[in-house]
């Protein structure tokens, strides 16, 4: 998986330098999740066929810790897609979201970076998308609903980015 591998590199970069972002406490972790974030699409780990809730559960049973897991369960707008695909009542039950700085860094991260490990601004990276899955593929339906939401978490970023000292 060479091209998820230049984006998941990519976003792994990208939260190291929005680490400061965060709590001190922390910038390990959300790098840790950025560079763990699309594991659930790995042979071997598919389960559901939604990747945050396999590669959430399969942290879990690596025994990784809860809140790493969350984070990676929940990134970028997940619980929509979990909506689409009829997993809501098992993503919340099992990793309640978190609505922090830290999964904020990871969201803008995961949001701002291609396919290819480019960056884009959010509406090229929703376009993208769109245009990779294709009308009718649930993942490209939910962004309809979660579009808003995840705007919200890019303009709270940007806020952060532009009162942080240098």
């Not at 099992?94 to 970076?113: G, H, N, Q, R």
Request: negative net charge; proline residues 7%.
């Amino acid at each position: 998986m060479p091209r998820r591998w230049r984006h998941v590199r990519a976003v792994a970069v990208k939260a190291r330098q929005l680490e400061r972002l965060t709590l001190p406490e922390d910038q390990d972790l959300v790098v840790t999740a950025a560079w763990l974030h699309d594991i659930g699409y790995a042979p071997g780990i598919v389960d559901t066929g939604f990747h945050a809730l396999d590669g959430a559960r399969w942290l879990l049973r690596q025994g990784l810790a809860p809140r790493l897991a969350g984070l990676v369960a929940n990134h970028s707008c997940a619980t929509y897609e979990a909506k689409a695909r009829g997993l809501a009542e098992e993503l919340a039950a099992e990793f309640p979201l978190e609505e922090s700085p830290t999964s904020d860094v990871l969201w803008y991260a995961d949001m701002t970076t291609g396919p290819d490990g480019q960056e884009l601004s959010v509406g090229e990276r929703l376009a993208e998308i769109r245009l990779r899955y294709g009308p009718y593929d649930p993942v490209t339906r939910f962004w309809q609903e979660a579009e808003a939401p995840l705007l919200a978490v890019i303009e709270r970023v940007r806020f952060r980015i532009g009162t942080q000292p240098i």
